[in-house]
């Protein structure tokens, strides 16, 4: 299988405080999907703003096989769909369409490919009827899916999730993990969600501090209860 | 308690509705600075270009009477105005003593008075129904096609989309102040109006901090999707030739209001 | 949550045609100069934070504190504006609230937009980013007081030019104008010097690289320190002139083609415009003029009240 992201001993703190990320490695393949787990203030944020070049602390980070640069910026950020934490950081524009069609418009497509691509994504988060909705009309489940859709309409390769499932119902969630299931795509995945862990992903990440403690099955990780309630983790 | 209050959009499907937002803007301002040129006291004009907006009204399926109802939020304005009674030369209609002084109503007074109300009153309520109809996104759209700069309307754009979130934060931070002002029998409650202030204030630049570091992340999610400095957007709207046909009939008939207020 | 007017936007029909236009002409070449500066000299990244900082502009204005006899206090923000984002930004920012407010909520009209956006947006913030610059490398003290009076100066040069485009139009005889404007909007003022120094001390104390050398409050040039002084040095020597001795303005204005010599004269038709037991000197005339306009404030509050409960 090829290696579609890679990130080689990274290091980074936010000005004036304690790092951040104190040397993390770790490898994506095609087609996986992974969870990333850790406590709050661990750094799982802070290194998925690192995996398209928002960030960048010491350390190399690779995408598609190339070291990400400067140059390939652009590149690399249409390869690698981000999205946010707090989907009303994500969802910048008025409407549902004009955010869904930002990602494709500022990589230069043109119209008609732009407006088959907000089709596309919008079908494959289920929400196709939201087109013209105003972004700020929303429940945070739809703004989940929508925000998942603004990153999809860039036809991504890899898929890199910020907590998508925080502040859903369990139906908005139940919906969310179908979609997750059915995306064919190479998947990340940060999460408190330990269920959703054990249901979608078979590998797991587990970071503390800045540094990546443990990367394996995930159902050995679940497995050991000792070492999840050390890292602030629970058994589901 | 939700922001939702500020949505001024009244979902339809009318003639007027599904016309293209810059007709609507276009229109609306014609019609506000019809009224604005008209003199003072053209009654016959002033009337005509009222069963306009009725007609308007009633095209936009939202009732005849729809923006009557929000029609006197310029009322207390008409304060500022109401010197113009006593202080334009004319007959006098009538005295009354006001505290120390004795004023006198003019008719001429009277009349420049009742215009300007009216006047007031008209514009408005065509601005209602402007926003009634028009979704607010589309409004910014037709400003985009009427030259206003790019970077005037993408503010425009990131205020109307981070106004509901930052007011809901303001509601957070008005009803946490609220939980803990708590009176002190005896003591008058909550302090002098400086240390009032102060905490006012201090939402303020609480509220702007959080602003602060949200832009930054908004920022980081642009980035995220390929933005590089200069912002590319993709504009719906076209006009049809009703909508060309509608501008042109509704600026003619406005344009008649003139005629008939200086004949 | 309603949304309440504050009083400094006018609506449409209370400013005549030729000043509704002479000040968007104003207007518009300020934005085109302020367009032109924030295109060149500022990066990509001033874009959302301008647009959030115009939706927190926006929010903070609903902020408000109770000050005396159920008026409050909050904030315009043209001061508070310019000095965290510098002048250029923040006239863009104060020229997108002003405008939301006036499309969408229709507080302030549209074709009187000009200026509103004149006395709101650019006054404001020329005031207070001149002031706070001229102060730029003193002591963080000696900055919040020079903004607090800078933040009072704006609200009242809003005022004043408020009054002066209502004289103009035809609308309200100048020197009750004048007089009604300055004296509620001295109380007004209060509130905004006071929120726009507590926030700007919150900022200080939490975040001080936002407002420190090399942040986008520092990068205005010294000229703001000029246009500063002269529009208050306008302000403070004309408020007493037309609320005192409104004839020579009048004589001007008459002159200029601005009003009509009948629609001037207040003094034929309100002979006594001044209090009995103070005769007819000036002071005489400003405390008249005062006691009226906190007459029409009260009736302002009752009649801003009664509609809010309705609606
Ligand atoms: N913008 C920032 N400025 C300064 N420090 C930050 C910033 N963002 C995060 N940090 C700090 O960096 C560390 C890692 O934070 P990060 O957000 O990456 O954690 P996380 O694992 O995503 O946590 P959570 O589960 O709470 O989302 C924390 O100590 C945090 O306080
Ligand atoms: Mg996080």
């Known amino acids: 299988m090829t290696n579609v992201l890679s990130v080689h001993d990274l290091h980074f703190s936010y000005h004036d405080h304690h790092p951040a990320l104190r040397g993390v490695s770790l490898t994506l393949c095609e087609g996986d999907k992974v969870a990333l787990v850790g406590p709050n203030g661990a750094g799982k944020s802070t290194l998925m703003l690192h995996l398209n070049g928002i960030l960048r602390g010491q350390g190399e980070v690779f995408v598609g096989g190339e070291r990400l640069t400067r140059d390939n910026l652009p590149a690399a950020r249409a390869m690698v769909g981000l999205v946010f934490q707090n989907p009303d950081d994500q969802l910048f524009s008025p409407t549902v369409f004009e955010d869904v069609a930002f990602g494709p418009l500022h990589m230069g497509l043109p119209k008609d490919e732009v407006l088959a691509r907000v089709e596309t994504a919008l079908n494959a988060v289920r929400m196709s009827n939201y087109r013209d909705r105003m972004s700020h009309h929303l429940s945070v489940g739809e703004k989940k899916r929508i925000a998942i859709a603004t990153v999809l309409s860039m036809n991504p390769q890899i898929l890199v999730l910020d907590e998508p499932s925080a502040g859903l119902d369990p139906r908005a969630r139940r919906t969310l993990i179908n979609l997750l299931r059915e995306l064919p795509i190479t998947m990340l995945v940060s999460t408190h969600d330990m269920r959703l862990v054990e249901e979608l992903f078979p590998r797991t990440i587990v970071m503390d501090e800045g540094l990546i403690v443990a990367d394996g099955m995930t159902k050995e990780i679940l497995a050991d209860e000792k070492f999840l309630n050390e890292h602030g983790l629970e058994k589901p | ?263 | 949550m309603h949304y309440s007017p504050a009083p400094l936007h006018i609506p449409d029909g209370f400013l005549n045609v030729t000043v509704s236009v002479i000040f968007w002409v104003i207007t518009v070449i300020m934005i085109g100069m302020a367009v032109a500066r924030t295109n060149k000299s500022l990066g990509e990244k001033q874009v959302p934070l301008m647009g959030i900082m115009a939706a927190f502009i926006f929010a903070a204005q609903m902020i408000n504190f109770p000050v005396a006899g159920g008026t409050s206090g909050h904030l315009l923000g043209g001061a508070l504006a310019a000095i965290v984002l510098g002048p250029w930004a923040g006239m863009l920012v104060m020229t997108a609230v002003i405008a939301v407010q006036g499309l969408l909520f229709q507080d302030g009209g549209l074709l009187v937009m000009g200026a509103n956006i004149f006395n709101m947006g650019l006054l404001t913030v020329a005031i207070g980013y001149g002031f706070y610059r001229s102060v730029m490398n003193k002591s963080t003290g000696t900055k919040l007081a020079v903004a607090g009076v800078a933040a009072w100066l704006s609200v009242m040069a809003g005022a004043l030019a408020t009054a002066l485009q209502l004289w103009l139009s035809g609308t309200s005889n100048l020197q009750t104008a004048v007089i009604a404007m300055l004296s509620v909007h001295a109380l007004i003022g209060i509130g905004e010097a006071l929120i726009t120094v507590a926030a700007l001390s919150f900022i200080f104390r939490t975040r001080p690289d936002l407002l420190g050398e090399g942040s986008a409050s520092a990068e205005g040039g010294r000229g703001w320190v000029m246009a500063g002084v002269v529009i208050s040095l306008i302000v403070v020597l004309l408020s007493p002139l037309a609320s005192a001795d409104p004839d020579g303005l009048e004589r001007v204005a008459i002159d200029m083609g601005f009003i009509d010599a009948g629609q001037s004269a207040p003094y034929q038709v309100i002979p006594d415009y001044t209090l009995p037991f103070l005769g007819t000197t000036p002071l005489s005339t400003i405390i008249a003029g005062v006691i009226g306009a906190l007459v029409v404030l009260g009736i302002a509050i009752l009649a801003g009240r009664s509609l809010q409960k309705t609606s």
Do not use: C
């Open chain 2, 1 to 263: 308690m939700h922001s939702d209050a500020f949505d001024r959009y009244h979902e339809s499907n009318s003639f007027v509705h599904r016309l293209d937002p810059r007709v609507k803007v276009i229109v609306t301002i014609a019609y506000i600075l019809s009224n604005a040129l008209l003199p003072d006291g053209a009654w016959l004009a002033f009337g005509l270009s009222w069963l306009f907006l009725l007609f308007a009204n009633a095209l936009s399926n939202l009732g005849v009477g729809f923006t009557f109802k929000r029609s006197f939020i310029a009322l207390p304005f008409a304060l500022v105005a109401i010197t113009v009674l006593f202080s334009i030369p004319g007959n006098p209609i009538s005295t009354f003593r006001f505290l120390f002084w004795d004023l006198t109503i003019t008719d001429m007074g009277l009349l420049r008075f009742e215009s300007i109300l009216i006047r007031s009153w008209l514009s408005v309520q065509m601005a209602i129904l402007l926003v009634a109809t028009t979704r607010f996104p589309d409004i910014v759209h037709a400003l985009e096609h009427l030259r206003v700069p790019t970077i005037l309307t993408t503010i425009i754009a990131f205020l109307y989309r981070y106004l509901f979130v930052l007011v809901d934060e303001v509601f957070r931070l008005l009803r946490a102040r609220e939980a803990r002002s708590a009176a002190v029998a005896g003591v008058r409650a909550g302090g002098s109006v400086a240390w009032r202030g102060r905490v006012a204030g201090n939402m303020a630049g609480q509220l702007f901090l959080r602003s602060y570091e949200r832009s930054d992340r908004v920022y980081n999610a642009m980035l995220a999707r390929g933005y590089s400095g200069h912002l590319n957007t993709i504009n719906p709207h076209e006009m049809r030739r009703v909508d060309y046909l509608t501008t042109a009939l509704a600026l003619i008939v406005i344009l008649l209001f003139q005629l008939v207020g200086r004949l």
